[in-house]
């Protein structure tokens, strides 16, 4: 608990204590929840790449809470074929950080080539400077990140039609994001990546993953948020996504 906070009765049996803007209450092994509506939580949900606390531990009592939670997600026929790879070993990490670099090189060079040649909006262009940057530290400092996380789904899309392919990642993404929420309640940040499965057998080689059975949806960075204070990130109107009756 940090120095600043302060314990309130909620009325309910338990424990709140205001800190850094929010209430966070006792709760279970993994110590607090923050105190957010749903719509909070889900619009302030963010990547995290800058502000991951890269020198505090991550216990496992708090990852297999944010499991638990991720394993209510619904999924195709019920058929929970859902696992979650948890790499703390500091070797592991640094060599899945290094399959990372090497599998986003193409996607960093096309960054640069976009920024050094500009889209001639300037906003447009800030905007994605703030992304490479932001993405670039990641990669930089990825294996100091505590936990990895990789999703996994048994059973490969490879060559399928399109109905069973959507069935196995919307099986597959629900709970990665579950999982992603729950950490958010837990004081948690990451951000989903996928650019290390340009080299996904290499990562499978690496973690003992069978590759040909079981295939990775991304790569989470997990560590506790520096801060707990995260706001809703600017997007389209909804008038320009939402299609009543047909598009």
């Given at each position: 608990?940090?120095?600043?906070s302060?314990?309130?009765?909620?009325?309910?049996g338990r424990?709140?204590?205001?800190c850094?803007?929010?209430?966070i209450f006792?709760?279970?092994?993994?110590g607090?929840?923050?105190?957010l509506?749903?719509?909070e939580?889900?619009?302030?949900?963010r990547?995290v790449?800058?502000r991951?606390d890269?020198?505090?531990p991550?216990?496992?009592?708090?990852?297999?809470?944010?499991?638990?939670?991720?394993?209510?997600?619904?999924?195709?026929?019920?058929?929970?074929?859902?696992h979650?790879?948890?790499?703390?070993?500091?070797?592991?990490?640094?060599?899945?950080?290094?399959?990372?670099?090497?599998?986003s090189?193409?996607?960093?060079?096309?960054?640069?080539?976009?920024?050094a040649?500009?889209?001639?909006?300037?906003?447009?262009?800030?905007?994605?400077?703030?992304?490479?940057?932001?993405?670039?530290?990641?990669?930089?400092?990825?294996?100091?990140?505590?936990?990895h996380?990789?999703?996994c789904?048994?059973?490969?899309?490879?060559?399928?039609?399109?109905?069973?392919?959507?069935?196995?990642?919307?099986?597959?993404?629900?709970?990665?994001?579950?999982f992603?929420?729950a950490?958010?309640?837990?004081?948690?940040g990451m951000?989903?990546?996928?650019?290390?499965l340009?080299?996904e057998?290499?990562?499978?080689?690496?973690l003992?993953?069978?590759?040909k059975?079981?295939?990775?949806?991304?790569?989470?960075?997990?560590?506790y948020?520096k801060?707990?204070?995260f706001?809703?990130?600017?997007?389209?109107?909804?008038?320009?996504a939402?299609?009543?009756?047909g598009?």
């Open positions: 608990m940090v120095a600043s302060k314990v309130l009765d909620n009325g309910r424990r709140l204590v205001s850094d803007k929010h209430l006792c709760f279970g092994s993994s607090y929840l923050l105190d509506l749903p719509d939580l889900l619009t302030t949900t990547s790449r800058r991951l890269l020198s505090r991550v216990g496992r009592p708090v990852i297999e809470e944010c499991v638990g939670v991720a394993l209510q997600a619904p999924n195709a026929g019920n058929r929970q074929e859902i979650f790879v948890v790499v703390e070993e500091r070797g592991k990490r640094a060599s899945l950080a290094e399959i990372y670099r090497r599998g090189a193409d996607y960093f060079e096309r960054l640069r080539t976009g920024l040649t500009g889209s001639g909006d300037p906003a447009r262009d800030a905007t994605m400077r703030r992304v490479f940057e932001s993405a670039w530290y990641l990669r930089e400092h990825l294996h100091q990140v505590p936990v996380v990789v999703p789904i048994a059973g490969r899309t490879d060559g399928l039609p399109a109905p069973a392919q959507a069935a196995r990642w919307g099986s597959i993404f629900p709970s990665a994001w579950s992603m929420l950490g958010r309640a837990r004081g948690l951000t989903f990546t996928t650019l290390h340009n080299l057998e290499d990562a499978a080689k690496l003992g993953i069978p590759y059975e079981v295939m990775q949806a991304g790569l989470l960075p997990v560590a948020a801060g707990a204070s706001r809703p990130a600017p997007r389209s109107p909804t008038s320009k939402v299609h009543w009756d598009w």
